[in-house]
C-alpha cells in the first residue's frame, strides 16, 4: 500500500489473521479492495476518498455544511506521539530498542526475570505462556534486524519478516528453478545466535535446536542459492485457508541429475511437521528430524519411474508413525497425507511424464479473488424505510468508537472478578480451599455459597424459555482470627446446579468466584485455588452411551410426538422391499463472539447498576434480584450494545452478573468481568447437537409413479425391490462431542423418490440440564418444506456430563399462540391460503377479527439438516438428481416451488451440471461437486418488547429507545428508518439511546430474528400515537416546517413523548420465509483440502426495511452454517470431559479465504409480506440453514473419488462437519492408486 501498487489479491491475503462472525466477510473485503490499483470501478463508486469522509453523516447524505463535525481541526498526527524507550507499568517492564547493543543491556539489567522480545507478539495466540513474563522488549525497530540481500544470498532478520515477505519472495524467485517457501526452509538455512557477551555464534539448524536461548537472540536467518538442479516444493495443509497451525507441513529437497531423467543425486531432504515430536525437535536421545529412511531409499533412483514411487510409498508406510493426541487429527488421516503430499510434488516435477488424467493431483487448489454481487429491489417512495445505508453506527464502529461494556472507563477502585471451575468431568466436591489464591498481592477475596443473601439461583424459574432452575453453588469462606474454614453447601443434585455444591456435573463448572485489582491477577489467582475430589469417575459425554448402555438415569422424562401418520401395519402398506441402517450425527457450535461474556457492576446509593452483554434485560435483573435478596427496582440494567450474542447471552451472562454483583455489593466497589475465549468455551454450552446420531431404519417401497408431487394411492401395486444399502458412521478415534441420535424408518417411496411413510425417533443430548431447551423442539424442524402428511416422530431429552447446551442462530422452537387478525380489503384471499398452509382454527370472514390458533413450529437449522440428509440419502436410492428428488416431495402449490426454477435458471443449474461431470471425468485427483437445497423457516413471534419515542421541542429532533439489544444485526439502524419514516422527517433527525431495565421492564430475549420487527413496530405505535396528537396543531397551522410544529406543540404543552408494548398475543402475526441455494465446490482429493467456487442464494424477505443490513444477515448467516457443516468441531476429553477445543488455535470459523469465491445473493423480488412490519420479514437466522448445501456438494464431489477408488455407488454416512480429513478419508484414497 505504501508503494501504492496494492492489488486486491494481496489486499485479501493480507486479511488471513482476522476473524468475523456476523458479516461473511464479503463486505468489509469489498470496502478494503475499493483502494487498490486495480478495484473494480463499481467498487470504487461504493466508496469515497479519505478526503470526503467528514461531508458523511449518518444518514448518508454530502453534509458540507452539516452542524455536526465528525473530525476536529485540532486532532492530531499520530506519528507525533512520542513513545519513551522504558514504559513502566503495575506488572510488567516494557521496553523499546533501536539497536541490538540496546538488547543486551536490558538482559544485563533484568536478571533472571522471565522475559518476552516482542515483534508482533502472535505467538501468544498459538502457545499460551507457561510463566508471564515481567518484562518485554519491543525489537520491532532494531534496523540490523532486517532483510538484506545480495546475489550470494539473502539474510533475514526476524522481527520484520512477517512485514517483508512478499518483497523477500520476489527478490529471491528470478528463476522458476527453485521455489522457496519461508515457512518450510529451515532445513536449507543456517542461523546465526548471539550470546549474552554479545559473542557471534554462526551454527546450523539442527546446532540451533539444542541451545537454551535464554538471554540470547537470533539476528539472522542466511539462505544460499542452489544450482538449478536442485527442486524444491513445500506445502502447508490446514483444517481451513489461512491462519491456522498445519495438520501435516512437509518439504522436499531434490538434486537432480541434468540429464533430465530424474535420477536423485545424492542423498535428498525429506521433511515432515505435524507427524510426531520426534520429526519436529532435535534432542540428545534422537536425531532425526528427516524421513531419513525415505531420504535413503531414493539416493541414486529415477524419481519418476513408478516402481521408485511404489517403493517410496511403502517406506513411508514403515517410517511415517504419527502420534495421536487430541485434538489433533487422527494418525491415519496424518500418515495418508506424509504420502499424498510428496505424490502431488512427484506429479508437478514430472510434468510432460503424467497422463493427462492425473496431472491434477500435481496441482494446489487456486483461489480467485472473491466477488460478490447482491440484488434487491427498492422503492423509492418508501424512502427511508426500505432504503439500502450502512447502519447508524457504522462510522463509530470502523473508527474504534464505538463502545463496549469493557470500553467503559474504569472506576477508581474497580475490581475484577473470575470464575474457579472444577478440574474433573464427574464426581463430588471434599473441599475448596482458596489461601494459595488469597495469599497473592492484590487478590481481593473469595465468595462463596454462604455469602449469598437471597437464592442461589440465578435463572428465575420459570420463564418463557428456561426449563429449570439454575442454582449456584457458593463456597461459603470464613476468616476466624486468621484461619480459613471451608464448608460447602449442599443441595439436591436434582435441581442440576450449573455452579457446583457437592455433585460436579461436567469439567470447567464454576465453584466461586475470586476478586482481585487486575483481570489478568485474578484469572491467575482463580487457577491457585485448590480442590479436593471424591467418587472421581469418568463423565458420560457421548449420548451413545447412554443409550446404548440404557442409562435410565440419565434420561430426562419429556417425550413430546408428532404423529401425522398410521404405522405400515395398520395402512396395510405392503411387503418391506429394502431396509438401510445408518448415522447420522451434526455436532456442537460454539457462538464465538468477538465479545465475550462482559459485565460491570456498579453499587449506587440505592442498588446497584449492571453493565452487561446480554440479550435479555428482563432474566438478568431477576437473576439478580434473587441472589441479593433486593427488589428489581434497585437494580438497573444498562445495555448499549453487545460485541455479537447468537443465543449464548440469553441466559449466560446471568452467572457473571449475579456473581459480581454479590462481590460489588459486599465491597462497595465496582466489580467487572471479562471472560476469557477459554473460559467461556468450558463453563458455556454451545448449540445442542442435533442430530447426534441417525440410526436410520429406512423401509422404502417402490409404487408407480402418480404424477409430481404425488403419493402412491394403493398398497397392492407392485414394488421393484432396490439393493440392500448400509451406513456407517465416520468416528474420530474417542475424540466426538456429545450427540443427538434419532432412529428412522422410511416406508415407500415411489420411483421418483416421494416419501410414503416416515417414521424418526429423535434424542437430544441437552448436557448437564434442560435450560435453553431444544429436544422437543425438533418435531416441527425436520419437516421443512416437504409434504409430511405420512411422517411420524418422536424427541427425547438426554442429560450427559457437557454444559448445558445454549440457543445459538437457528434454534428449534415451539409454542402454541393465540393472536388476533383483521382481514384487509382486497386481501382475504392472501388470508384464506396463508390460513390454510398454517393450519388455522378459524373462518375467516372480511373485517371480522378472529382468533386463530396454531403450533409455533420452526423449521430450523437442525430440522433442515436431518430431513435434507434423508433426501440425499433417497436420491442416492433411487438413482436420481437430488434435486429432482427434492421437489417430488413438496406440495405443488408451495411458494418454494417458485425459487427453485428462480435459481436453475439464475445459477445455469443444468449447464453447470453437464460442466462439472464432463471436469470429473478429466481428473482422477480433482473433483467438483453441484448441490442444490431450500428452505422454508417458520418465522412466529413471541413475548412483548417497547419502544419510547421522545420529541424535543426546541429543535425537533427524536430520540428512541426500544427493549431490544443492538448486537450487529441492525436493529437500531431499522427503528431509526422506520421512525423517521412515519414521522415524515430526515433519518438525521432521529438517535437510538441505549436500552435499559427502566423504559423496557419485562422484555423478552432478543433473539430468534424477530426483535428488529417487534421493536420497529412499537416504535411505529409509538409515532402514530405521537402523530394523533400533532394533527389539531397541524391543522391550526397549515402545512408548517416539522420545527414549527413541535416548537408549536411545546408551547402548547403536548406531550411529545409516546411509549408503546409489541405483544406476540395482540401484534404477532407468524409467517414463513423462504429460501433457496445453489453451491459448487472443487476439491483435492490428496489432501481433502476444497475451494467453494460459487454460491447463488435467493431469499424470501418480503418488502426488506434495510436491504444493506438484511443483505448483510443473509451472507453472515450462510457463512456462519458454512462453518458448522465444515470444519466448526467441538472435542472433549474421552476421560476428563474437559472441552479440548477451547480457542481459536484449535476451534476453527470460517476465515475471509474460506468463504465462496463468487458468492451471490438476492433478496426475492417481486413479493410482500402482508403479516410483516411494513411487509418485511425477518432475515437474521434463516439463511444460516442453507449453510447446508455446501456440505451436499462436497459429499457429491466425494462420491465421484470414491467410484473412481473402485468403490459402489451404494449410499454411506459421513457426519458432519466435512473437515479435510473426512473429506480424505472418506474419498477413499490409498498409495496404491498413484501413478503417474
Request: with cysteine; proline share 5%; net charge negative.
Amino acid at each position: 500500500m505504501q508503494e501504492g501498487n496494492l492489488t486486491t489479491k494481496k489486499l485479501e491475503e493480507s486479511f488471513a489473521g482476522n476473524t468475523c462472525r456476523c458479516t461473511g466477510y464479503r463486505p468489509i473485503l469489498d470496502a478494503f479492495k475499493s483502494l487498490c490499483v486495480d478495484a473494480p470501478l463499481e467498487l470504487k463508486n461504493k466508496c469515497l476518498d479519505i478526503e470526503d469522509l467528514q461531508k458523511i453523516n449518518r444518514c448518508c447524505k454530502q453534509c458540507v455544511t452539516c452542524k455536526k463535525k465528525l473530525n476536529s481541526d485540532d486532532d492530531d498526527d499520530l506519528g507525533a506521539i512520542s513513545i519513551p524507550g522504558f514504559i513502566p507499568s503495575e506488572t510488567t517492564q516494557w521496553f523499546r530498542v533501536k539497536t541490538i547493543e540496546e538488547i543486551f543491556n536490558i538482559f544485563s539489567s533484568i536478571g533472571n526475570i522471565p522475559y518476552q522480545l516482542v515483534a508482533g507478539n502472535t505467538a501468544h495466540g498459538a502457545i499460551r505462556n507457561v510463566v508471564e513474563p515481567e518484562a518485554l522488549i519491543d525489537i520491532t525497530d532494531v534496523e540490523e534486524l532486517r532483510i538484506k540481500s545480495s546475489q550470494q544470498e539473502v539474510t533475514i532478520g526476524p522481527p520484520p519478516l512477517q512485514f517483508t515477505r512478499p518483497r523477500f519472495r520476489t527478490s529471491i524467485s528470478p528463476s522458476s528453478a527453485v521455489e522457496l517457501n519461508t515457512t518450510s526452509a529451515l532445513a536449507n538455512y543456517a542461523t546465526k545466535a548471539v550470546d549474552s557477551s554479545v559473542h557471534a555464534v554462526r551454527m546450523s539448524a539442527v546446532e540451533f535446536m539444542k541451545i537454551d536461548m535464554n538471554h540470547k537472540l537470533v539476528t539472522q536467518v542466511t539462505l544460499r542459492p542452489l544450482e538449478q538442479t536442485y527442486k524444491f516444493m513445500s506445502y502447508k495443509i490446514m483444517p481451513r485457508a489461512k491462519n491456522v497451525h498445519a495438520i501435516v507441513n512437509a518439504g522436499f529437497l531434490f538434486n537432480l541429475s541434468s540429464d533430465g531423467n530424474g535420477t536423485v543425486v545424492g542423498r535428498p531432504n525429506i521433511v515432515y511437521g505435524g507427524i510426531h515430536p520426534s520429526f519436529m525437535v532435535h534432542t540428545p536421545q534422537k536425531d532425526k528430524v528427516h524421513a531419513t529412511a525415505t531420504e535413503s531409499y531414493l539416493n541414486g533412483k529415477c524419481l519418476f519411474a513408478q516402481e521408485t514411487l511404489n517403493g517410496l510409498m511403502e517406506s513411508l508406510e514403515q517410517e511415517i508413525q504419527p502420534d495421536h493426541v487430541l485434538p489433533d487429527m487422527t494418525p491415519k488421516y496424518r500418515k495418508e497425507l506424509t504420502k499424498s503430499l510428496i505424490y502431488k510434488c512427484l506429479l508437478n516435477l514430472a510434468a510432460g511424464k503424467v497422463k493427462s488424467e492425473n496431472k491434477s493431483g500435481g496441482t494446489i487448489l487456486q483461489r480467485n479473488v472473491s466477488s460478490g454481487v447482491q440484488t434487491f429491489q427498492t422503492d423509492t417512495s418508501l424512502y427511508p424505510v426500505n432504503q439500502p445505508i450502512p447502519k447508524i453506527e457504522a462510522l463509530v464502529q470502523c473508527a474504534g468508537e464505538a463502545e463496549y461494556i469493557n470500553d467503559r472507563p474504569l472506576i477508581p477502585g474497580e475490581l475484577f472478578g473470575a470464575f474457579v471451575k472444577t478440574t474433573i468431568g464427574n464426581g463430588t466436591i471434599l473441599s475448596i480451599d482458596p489461601s494459595d489464591a488469597l495469599s497473592v498481592p492484590g487478590v481481593v477475596k473469595f465468595y462463596g455459597a454462604e455469602d449469598i443473601p437471597g437464592k442461589n439461583s440465578v435463572i428465575p424459574y420459570p420463564t418463557v424459555f428456561t426449563l429449570e432452575k439454575e442454582e449456584v453453588m457458593i463456597v461459603l469462606i470464613v476468616s476466624t482470627e486468621g484461619n480459613l474454614n471451608v464448608m460447602i453447601l449442599t443441595m439436591d443434585c436434582r435441581n442440576l446446579p450449573l455452579f457446583c455444591s457437592g455433585k460436579v456435573l461436567y469439567w470447567g463448572q464454576p465453584v466461586g468466584i475470586i476478586i482481585a485489582a487486575t483481570r489478568e491477577l485474578a484469572n491467575r489467582a482463580a487457577s491457585k485455588v485448590k480442590i479436593e475430589y471424591s467418587n472421581v469417575s469418568k463423565p458420560v459425554i457421548h449420548l451413545s452411551e447412554v443409550i446404548d448402555n440404557k442409562h435410565e438415569s440419565w434420561r430426562i422424562n419429556s417425550e413430546q410426538e408428532k404423529r401425522t401418520a398410521v404405522s405400515p401395519e395398520e395402512s396395510n402398506s405392503g411387503p418391506t422391499t429394502h431396509v438401510a441402517k445408518g448415522t447420522f450425527k451434526l455436532g456442537l457450535q460454539y457462538h464465538l463472539t468477538m465479545e465475550t461474556i462482559t459485565v460491570q457492576c456498579v453499587p449506587t446509593e440505592d442498588g446497584i447498576q449492571i453493565f452487561a452483554s446480554t440479550m435479555w434485560m428482563d432474566l438478568l435483573q431477576r437473576g439478580v434480584s434473587d441472589v441479593l435478596a433486593i427488589p428489581q427496582n434497585s437494580i438497573d440494567v444498562v445495555v448499549r450494545r453487545m460485541g455479537g450474542g447468537y443465543g449464548i447471552k440469553i441466559t449466560r451472562p446471568n452467572f457473571s452478573a449475579a456473581a459480581c454483583s454479590l462481590a460489588a455489593m459486599d465491597l462497595g466497589k465496582p466489580v467487572r468481568m471479562v471472560m476469557t475465549m477459554e473460559a467461556n468455551m468450558e463453563v458455556f454450552g454451545k448449540r445442542a447437537e442435533y442430530p447426534e446420531a441417525v440410526r436410520c431404519t429406512c423401509v422404502l417401497h417402490v409404487w408407480p409413479h402418480s404424477g409430481k408431487g404425488g403419493l402412491a394411492r394403493t398398497a397392492s401395486q407392485s414394488a421393484s425391490p432396490i439393493k440392500r444399502l448400509f451406513l456407517t458412521l465416520s468416528r474420530r478415534e474417542a475424540s466426538d462431542a456429545r450427540h443427538f441420535r434419532f432412529s428412522t424408518r422410511v416406508a415407500g417411496v415411489d420411483e421418483s423418490g416421494t416419501i410414503q411413510y416416515l417414521k424418526a425417533d429423535l434424542y437430544e443430548n441437552v448436557g448437564s440440564s434442560t435450560n435453553d431447551p431444544n429436544g422437543d423442539l425438533a418435531l416441527s424442524g425436520i419437516k421443512n418444506c416437504y409434504d409430511e402428511s405420512k411422517w411420524s416422530v418422536m424427541a427425547k431429552d438426554v442429560r450427559t456430563n457437557t454444559p448445558s447446551s445454549a440457543y445459538m442462530r437457528g434454534p428449534e422452537e415451539k409454542e402454541r399462540w393465540n393472536w388476533k387478525a383483521t382481514i384487509q380489503e382486497g386481501d382475504p384471499d392472501i388470508y384464506q391460503r396463508e390460513k390454510e398452509r398454517w393450519n388455522w382454527k378459524a373462518t375467516i370472514q372480511e373485517g371480522d377479527p378472529d382468533i386463530y390458533q396454531r403450533e409455533k413450529e420452526r423449521c430450523t437449522n437442525e430440522g433442515i439438516a436431518s430431513i435434507e440428509y434423508i433426501m440425499e440419502h433417497i436420491a442416492n436410492i433411487v438413482k436420481k438428481d437430488p434435486t429432482e428428488v427434492r421437489t417430488n416431495n413438496i406440495p405443488e402449490d408451495s411458494p418454494i416451488l417458485v425459487l427453485f426454477d428462480a435459481i436453475k435458471k439464475s445459477g445455469d443449474y443444468d449447464k453447470r451440471r453437464i460442466s462439472v461431470n464432463e471436469f470429473n471425468k478429466a481428473n482422477r485427483w480433482m473433483k467438483k461437486g453441484m448441490s442444490l437445497i431450500p428452505m422454508q423457516f417458520d418465522m412466529p413471534y413471541f413475548g412483548s418488547f417497547h419502544a419510547i419515542v421522545s420529541i424535543y421541542g426546541g429543535d425537533g429532533t427524536v430520540t428512541v429507545s426500544h427493549g431490544g439489544i443492538e448486537g450487529g444485526q441492525g436493529i437500531n439502524t431499522k427503528v431509526a428508518q422506520v421512525c423517521a419514516y412515519i414521522l415524515g422527517v430526515p433519518l438525521d433527525l432521529v438517535s437510538i439511546k441505549p436500552s435499559n431495565t427502566l423504559t423496557a421492564a419485562n422484555d423478552i430475549a432478543t433473539g430468534g430474528s424477530i426483535t428488529s420487527e417487534s421493536c420497529c413496530y412499537a416504535t411505529i405505535q409509538c409515532c402514530k400515537i405521537l402523530l394523533e396528537r400533532l394533527a389539531p396543531v397541524r391543522a391550526k397551522l397549515k402545512n408548517p416546517t416539522w420545527q414549527n410544529l413541535i416548537m408549536t406543540a411545546y408551547t402548547d404543552g403536548l406531550d411529545l413523548v409516546a411509549s408503546y408494548m409489541f405483544s406476540a398475543t395482540d401484534d404477532g402475526k407468524p409467517y414463513i420465509v423462504y429460501g433457496v441455494a445453489l453451491c459448487e465446490v472443487v476439491i483435492d482429493i490428496l489432501t481433502g483440502q476444497y475451494l467453494i467456487v460459487r454460491v447463488d442464494l435467493i431469499e424470501d424477505a418480503g418488502k426488506s426495511l434495510s436491504p444493506e443490513i438484511d443483505i448483510g444477515q443473509v451472507e453472515g448467516a450462510f457463512i456462519m452454517g458454512l462453518g458448522l457443516w465444515t470444519f466448526e468441531d467441538i472435542i472433549f476429553d474421552p476421560v476428563t470431559g474437559q472441552t479440548l477445543t477451547n480457542r481459536t488455535w484449535n476451534y476453527y470459523v470460517p476465515g475471509a479465504e474460506d468463504i465462496p469465491m463468487d458468492f451471490r445473493v438476492e433478496l426475492q423480488k417481486n413479493v410482500s409480506n402482508p403479516l410483516g412490519v411494513l411487509r418485511s420479514k425477518a432475515t437474521g437466522e434463516p439463511a444460516l440453514c442453507m449453510g447446508a448445501v455446501v456440505y451436499f456438494a462436497l459429499m457429491n464431489a466425494i462420491n465421484d473419488a470414491r467410484k473412481e477408488a473402485g468403490a459402489s455407488d451404494d449410499w454411506y454416512a459421513m457426519n458432519p462437519p466435512l473437515t479435510v480429513e473426512k473429506i480424505f478419508l472418506n474419498s477413499l484414497t490409498t498409495s496404491q492408486q498413484f501413478l503417474f
